[in-house]
């Protein structure tokens, strides 16, 4: 198996783009990406992707994008998996190359939620619960949120202000970053004083609607000397139903890709010098957290409410703001997550930039934990 | 890269099954092929699906189906490539296997399309066109191949009999095939008789709408001793768009994708026993036999008049039936077509099986030819 590198990436700034259609956007990262890399000569091409079909009516997204890039011909396939589809589409993306099959793919994910009402969107998004078991019940994406986030305030007790600071954290983060949807501060009485969407979750612990396009390309790490080296990507998944699970507040599929990606990293949580989480609402950022190995279990929302995820604290998280804050454009998320990690390492991060980070580490949920894509990386 | 060799297939008849939900669909089919295989120890999982988000409402099938097989914890992903999904995905599974990143993997692909009224039906297949350019002119897809059907016929003196043809030889096939939905002959007669759905092509040169699943189960060849290996598999795209073509009447994907799969093979056309491939329109079987290689350009059609592909022929041409009179249950199709080059390749083809086969080739398409995958199996 050949080791894998970022040879580039490319990013939209995430916001409502009302004057660009799926495939501008797309474009607009995939030539950033090209252009970061040096080359567009791709013989391979993964499109990561949730909502187009529901939201857009488009489906078949990889011939598309690669028409739309000016590269038809090149294989080009659709990898959905949810709000982890970036994640996972770059475990794809990674296969081909360490395989032999491609020497250099692009890996771009998108996502144009503005297109629909308020209403479409949230159905939309309930399409990665299961439309025969939980989904026709009209449960929302942030009802599911709430059950773990209310037992976690009751089996750990914690106040909502408490998880609430997640999504305070986030913010900070995302100030000065240059793609962010919402980047300024938050102060935590304007987070818990915003409307409840399902209690006890607060609006502004919630990731907002956007649109996006994010894009990294890979290459075989002799080809990219001095670049980012993939250290790790593992995808594990879950059973579909909260009530499935052993334990509500623990993501099995987080723990699982996370443990494998340590161990095929030849790493621990120690080495790590920044993380990227999933923080689509603060109840999921302060589990994955403690489910990644960060903070023992109960004590996620004070170790991030005590500031140490705060760029240049001990354990940078969200660097650019998260989901919640640098916004989540759902089948784009996890390319986002992992760029960012990206322009870390390398120095790259202008105002957002932390010191002296060698290794970062990049994880994304799809369903309510039902996936999980967890990608580590190294600078040379 | 490691040689990768097929352990296990399983289908499920093609029809309209309206007492199996999308994932009771998936799990027959997998379920037989883990039976086959004789293990259900999966490290990895890749559905194809193309219309579960339009018509059931369905998004991130990686781990709904994982949790249906019991398998939830396994890395799971949907990839989607309109009717070539699972040619594509199959494409994936190799690269997982042939990497080392999975020792075992099921690519299992699955479509419902009697759950949607035809109009719906009608829509969500347009999905693989662009919204913004093609579909929402309100073209359907067999509206869409009228036209190279037309402009064969005239430029190749052809009639409308010489291509409706194809459909006639692939219900001949179908005869005795356990799984395909229409498995009886259909005349001439008939088929010229039936009524226009997009001059000139009959509603009996088109493919139906049916429900189906078919799995297959790969693992290193060295593993698998006496099994189907898998000598090449590639994707290819081509133009979004027919009016981007360099011939409206060559498929440049499957001509690309062909080229370098006998290449990765070592083999030519001469080399293949049998084919299966892509008649979702009597015209684009003509079309996939000229472009694959097995007759010239403008002669496919009196080739398969001419009785050169029915079984026992010189080229049996989808030996069970094809998209026509096996079925075409878009997501699940390309996986029907491998699983039935395995069983022929292993003898296991009941009252489809022909002679001597030793080396097979399936084709699939999505869109309008934008993307083709390509798959040669050989026997040890």
Redesign the interface.
């Known amino acids: 198996?050949r080791r894998v590198a970022i040879a580039g990436v490319g990013f939209t700034k995430v916001k409502e783009h009302w004057g660009l259609?799926l495939?501008d956007l797309f474009a607009e990262a995939a030539l950033k990406a090209f252009d970061d890399a040096g080359t567009g000569e791709i013989d391979g091409l993964y499109v990561s992707n949730?909502?187009a079909?529901?939201l857009?009516?488009?489906?078949?997204?990889?011939?598309?994008m690669?028409?739309a890039l000016g590269k038809?011909?090149?294989?080009?396939?659709?990898?959905?998996?949810?709000s982890a589809s970036g994640g996972?589409?770059f475990?794809?993306g990674v296969?081909?190359v360490?395989?032999?099959?491609c020497d250099c793919v692009l890996v771009g994910g998108v996502e144009k939620m503005s297109d629909g009402l308020p209403e479409q969107v949230s159905?939309?998004m309930?399409?990665?619960e299961?439309?025969?078991y939980t989904?026709y019940t009209g449960v929302t994406k942030i009802g599911m949120n709430a059950l773990p986030h209310r037992l976690y305030m009751e089996r750990f007790g914690a106040s909502a202000e408490d998880v609430a600071m997640f999504a305070v954290r986030s913010h900070e983060n995302a100030v000065g970053s240059p793609h962010a949807q919402y980047p300024f501060k938050a102060s935590l009485d304007r987070v818990v004083a915003s409307p409840m969407q399902a209690d006890p979750i607060h609006m502004l612990e919630c990731a907002g609607v956007g649109d996006g396009a994010a894009a990294v390309m890979l290459m075989p790490a002799e080809k990219v000397k001095g670049s980012v080296e993939v250290a790790a990507t593992?995808?594990?998944?879950?059973?579909?139903?909260l009530s499935?699970r052993k334990d509500i507040l623990t993501y099995?599929?987080v723990n699982?890709a996370a443990e494998r990606a340590y161990k095929l990293a030849g790493l621990t949580t120690a080495d790590v010098d920044l993380v990227e989480v999933h923080d689509d609402t603060s109840i999921n950022g302060v589990l994955s957290i403690e489910d990644l190995g960060f903070a023992e279990k109960g004590k996620g929302a004070s170790y991030v409410a005590g500031g140490n995820t705060i760029r240049g604290a001990e354990l940078p998280t969200n660097t650019f703001g998260g989901l919640k804050a640098r916004g989540n454009p759902l089948g784009a998320t996890g390319l986002y997550q992992i760029g960012e990690v990206v322009l870390q390492l390398q120095g790259r991060a202008g105002d957002c930039q932390i010191e002296e980070a060698k290794v970062g580490l990049a994880q994304s949920m799809?369903?309510l934990g039902?996936?999980c894509a967890v990608t580590i990386l190294r600078r040379d």
């Open positions: 198996m259609a495939k949730m909502l079909a529901p857009q009516g488009q489906l078949q997204l990889g011939a598309l690669a028409n038809s011909g090149v294989p080009a396939a659709t990898v959905e998996a949810a996972v589409a475990h794809e296969k081909a360490a395989s032999g099959f159905a939309a309930a399409m990665a299961d439309q025969e989904s593992t995808v594990a998944t879950d059973s579909y139903y499935g099995g599929a699982d799809g369903g039902s996936t």
